[in-house]
């Protein structure tokens, strides 16, 4: 498999990468969110810029520095999130979602702290599904020839193996690939490691063996240039 680590195979052509884990605000301190590190996407932006590649990097919540050369919008909630990769999306030859939007919200924000009460009860926590940006990004195609990549972790359960639900996530969000990582094992979060099969609308399948981030941005990015272009 060639890598194409500096062939500038990507010059000409804007992509936006999502990375990290969304926060939805109960109060002014408190949140729900996820452990999303951003390795994974940062890893992705980097070696879009290294093939040449125009990057806007939609960053949530992450402890990291921003990649040179690389244009980063920092966002919190899966709100902004939507918004700003919507609007990068709009001039984007491909877009991957890497970033893990919370799937939930609540349903009020508090705006001052939330007080402990007296008589030792807990509130309840109201919650409402958040918007599905790759599904919205794959339905609404800004180019003909654009390439929209979501990632799944998925682990296999009684309603089947790791490979048939990731075929039908695919399916049911309408993007071009999907990047799976069986976590059945371990987590992968924070590891400088990943391990995953590429799935594609067009049936093919990749297994990326166990390796870095940077190899797999790599080779997700090969399977990208390869679906790019047919309309210029
Ligand atoms: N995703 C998204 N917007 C959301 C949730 C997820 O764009 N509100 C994207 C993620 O960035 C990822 C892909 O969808 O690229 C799959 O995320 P995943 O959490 O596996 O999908 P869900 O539809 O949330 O399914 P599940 O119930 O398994 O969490
Ligand atoms: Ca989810």
């Not at 979501?150 to 049911?172: C, I, N, P, Q, Y």
Request: with cysteine.
């Amino acid at each position: 498999l060639a890598r194409g680590t500096t062939s500038p195979d990507l010059a000409g052509r804007h992509v936006v990468v999502s990375a990290g884990g969304t926060r939805e605000y109960l109060d002014p301190v408190r949140f729900l969110g996820n452990r999303s590190s951003g390795l994974q996407g940062y890893a992705l932006a980097r070696a879009a810029a290294a093939r040449g590649a125009e990057v806007t990097l939609v960053a949530a919540n992450v402890a990291l520095a921003d990649p040179a050369g690389v244009k980063v919008v920092r966002v919190e909630t899966t709100a902004e999130l939507r918004q700003e990769v919507l609007a990068a999306a709009a001039a984007a030859d491909a877009v991957v979602m890497a970033a893990a939007p919370a799937d939930f919200r609540p349903v009020t924000t508090s705006e001052a702290k939330i007080k402990k009460a007296a008589d030792g009860s807990a509130p309840a926590i109201e919650l409402t599904q958040n918007p599905d940006i790759l599904r919205e990004l794959s339905a609404d195609r800004v180019h003909p020839g654009q390439v929209v990549v979501g990632f799944a972790a998925e682990t296999g359960d009684a309603s089947g193996s790791v490979e048939e639900l990731a075929r039908e996530k695919l399916a049911r969000k309408g993007c071009d690939l999907l990047v799976v990582n069986d976590v059945s094992g371990g987590a992968v979060f924070g590891s400088p490691d990943n391990e995953a099969v590429i799935l594609a609308a067009d049936g093919a399948a990749v297994p990326v063996p166990r390796g870095s981030k940077t190899v797999l941005a790599h080779v997700i990015w090969d399977q990208v240039a390869a679906r790019l272009g047919r309309d210029t």
